[in-house]
């Protein structure tokens, strides 16, 4: 279990930041409610390429291409 490798594929991180965004964007704009926490988190492990909790299930996303450090 290494919790400092990149275990987050480029579609993956897309992903995260829009989702992240759209949660985040929702908080301001209507639902004051928690869940912009959640959307911070996806945006910071969207932007850095790391989620801890792929890592304790043992969850790679990353295309073999980026895992060869072709892409």
Request: hydrophobic share 50%.
């Amino acid at each position: 279990m290494d919790f400092f490798k990149n275990n987050v594929g480029k579609i993956d991180r897309i992903i995260r930041i829009v989702v992240g965004v759209i949660l985040v964007g929702n908080v301001f704009y209507a639902l004051q409610h928690p869940v912009g926490w959640l959307g911070v988190i996806l945006i910071v492990t969207g932007i850095v390429g790391k989620c801890p909790l792929y890592s304790i299930i043992g969850i790679n996303t990353k295309s073999l291409a980026e895992k060869a450090g072709i892409k």
